[in-house]
């Protein structure tokens, strides 16, 4: 019965529902033992406020991911090119008007009910759907300059120009998922190679522009960012080091749940280095099942969409599960002192209300493709029985 009910209520592919759903439970554990700091400098120590906060955020996503997986997918391409019109406005509003932290205008307030959200992540899943959108409608000209890539290369750079002032990693993670998305939709590689000139020369002309004048924004940050992580003997690494730290002090199977020191220490560990604090309890078991979490859900949408004939599915598939394991992977890279600090997220794990909330319509929307993609071989496995 119970699995008549997950096939009736849960479609689509059931690994990725599964993964999904061992993420949350990982999630919800690191930050109930991370977010101590945070409940003793704003709630009084009382650590269950968080608990449960994260948990309805979970759910709330959870929710949404549902949602997004009963909408046919072709949805997504209706909506795709709305969702920029969006975006690209809220992005410069942001940059004018947003809420600062360390140089950064990454969030913006909704008036009336005071409510913050990082556009951003917003327009990660509209450029995605757009890009996605345009490639599968050009595939019978899709070597052309004029009319596949001109279409596509214009708002890449728009959209990720004005997420680089404020949040060069996320800009960075975004460009990078559309240039997969246009290797695997096709185009050019030429045209794909022309385009990372343009984005380097791009960056380069905003450096330029912005020591000239005087507004560096957060190009201090990134270097000083770079030259900690380049210097292993900096005395300023403190980050680096206590990640570090709680990496080494984990061992193999870890200092099990809530049994956390780091998280004393360490700054942002329910969000930037919760992955430090996942191996620190769970071990390196912990920590090599997460990597494996990413990489499973990555398969599975690579091995769903390996025979489908849905040009539009199969790329917004793919670039909204390439832009999630590609965020992980740099996250978890940082932890473990592979990469230089970036402030990006656990997608799925890390506490944060709109990462929580994106990433799971993103999900959603790889699951609808996935359910479409199992309707379609299930009706062709009646066509066959029945010829």
């Given amino acids: 019965m119970q699995s008549t009910w997950l096939d009736k209520y849960f479609r689509g592919d059931r690994t990725i529902w599964l993964v999904v759903f061992i993420l949350s439970i990982f999630s919800l554990l690191a930050v109930y033992s991370s977010a101590g700091s945070l409940a003793y400098r704003y709630k009084d120590g009382n650590t269950e406020y968080y608990l449960f906060k994260h948990l309805a955020m979970l759910l709330f996503g959870i929710g949404l991911m549902y949602a ?3 909408l046919k997918y072709t949805v997504y391409s209706r909506v795709s090119q709305f969702a920029l019109i969006i975006a690209v406005p809220l992005l410069i509003l942001t940059l004018a ?3 600062n932290l360390n140089e950064a205008s990454r969030w913006l307030t909704i008036p009336g009910i005071n409510i913050t959200f990082q556009t951003s992540d917003f327009a ?52 990078a998922s559309c240039l997969f998305l246009m290797f695997i939709g096709r185009i050019r590689l030429k045209f794909i190679f022309s385009l990372i000139g343009l984005g380097i020369a791009g960056f380069g002309l905003y450096l330029l522009i912005a020591i000239a004048t005087g507004n560096k924004g957060r190009i201090d940050t990134w270097m000083a960012r770079i030259e900690r992580f380049s210097d292993e003997e900096h005395k300023d690494n403190y980050q680096a080091d206590q990640s570090k730290i709680a990496i080494a002090t984990g061992g193999i199977v870890g ?22 604090i996942i191996i620190e309890e769970y071990g390196m078991i912990g920590g090599v099942l997460i990597v494996f979490l990413y990489l499973l859900l990555f398969y599975r949408v690579v ?19 390439f832009t999630l394991v590609f965020q992980a992977m740099i996250n978890m890279a940082v932890a473990v002192n592979l990469f230089p600090v ?22 959603g929307i790889v699951l609808s493709v996935s359910r479409q993609v199992e309707k379609e071989k299930l009706e062709g496995g009646d066509e066959l029985a029945t010829a």
């Fill in 68 to 70: 997004a997986h009963l």
């Fill in 97 to 99: 008007l947003g809420t």
């Fill in 124 to 175: 990660k899943i509209a450029l995605i759907m757009y890009v996605a959108r345009v490639l599968s409608k050009k595939q019978d000209e899709i070597t052309s300059f004029r009319s596949a890539f001109l279409p596509v290369v214009l708002p890449v750079l728009l959209v990720c120009g004005l997420i680089l002032p404020a949040n060069f990693s996320t800009a960075a993670v975004l460009f």
């Fill in 255 to 276: 200092k099990f749940p809530g049994n956390s020191v780091q998280r004393n220490f360490l700054p942002h560990p329910y969000s930037d280095f919760i992955y430090a």
């Fill in 303 to 321: 091995r769903f969409l390996h025979h489908s004939p849905m040009a539009f599915g199969t790329l917004v598939a793919v670039g909204c599960t």
């Fill in 342 to 363: 970036t402030g990006q997220p656990l997608p799925l794990v890390s506490m944060g209300g709109t990462s929580i909330i994106f990433t799971s319509v993103a999900v």
